[in-house]
């Protein structure tokens, strides 16, 4: 199984599922979370009975940082991937997916953004053949 840490807002919750098996009752309940950055993406991760009581807490619209174990398998043919929770790392703090950890609350000053070169404060060259001539090689 792979292990990885999903970071986003809580979309939904979906309902939850119970039932029972050779080994007793089981719970289970969807999450949907999903990314902040310049794609959001939406990803269903699952939250079984043991981990279900740590999510009480949260509600749709929070932010969290989860570590999850990615695993597929075959029934029929055809493949599922199942994104099991194992883990809350963080909570309303956690970046979401694609943000900066940058916190404007540490008095550290983000870099500047890159400005063009232009001598003596002038309009930047843009005589093409005289491009070719400021080419440092």
């Given at each position: 199984?792979?292990?990885?840490?999903?970071?986003?807002?809580?979309?939904?919750?979906?309902?939850?599922?119970?039932?029972?098996?050779?080994?007793?009752?089981?719970?289970?309940?969807?999450?949907?979370?999903?990314?902040?950055?310049?794609?959001?993406?939406?990803?269903?991760?699952?939250?079984?009975?043991?981990?279900?009581?740590?999510?009480?807490?949260?509600?749709?619209?929070?932010?969290?940082?989860?570590?999850?174990?990615?695993?597929?398998?075959?029934?029929?043919?055809?493949?599922?991937?199942d994104i099991r929770?194992?883990?809350?790392?963080?909570?309303?703090?956690?970046?979401?997916?694609?943000?900066?950890?940058?916190?404007?609350?540490?008095?550290?000053?983000?870099?500047?953004?890159?400005?063009?070169?232009?001598?003596?404060?002038?309009?930047?060259?843009?005589?093409?053949?005289?491009?070719?001539?400021?080419?440092?090689?």
């Open positions: 199984m792979a292990s990885v840490e999903v970071s986003g807002r809580i979309v939904k919750f979906m309902p939850k599922v119970e039932g029972e098996s050779a080994r007793g009752t089981w719970a289970k309940q969807e999450v949907i979370i999903e990314s902040q950055g310049q794609v959001p993406k939406k990803l269903a991760v699952t939250i079984w009975q043991d981990k279900m009581q740590e999510f009480e807490k949260y509600r749709e619209g929070d932010v969290i940082k989860l570590g999850v174990n990615l695993e597929s398998r075959e029934y029929n043919g055809k493949w599922y991937t929770v194992w883990r809350v790392i963080d909570g309303n703090n956690a970046p979401a997916g694609g943000e900066s950890e940058y916190n404007q609350d540490d008095n550290v000053t983000p870099p500047p953004a890159y400005k063009k070169y232009t001598p003596d404060n002038s309009q930047p060259n843009t005589n093409a053949q005289d491009m070719d001539d400021d080419l440092p090689f």
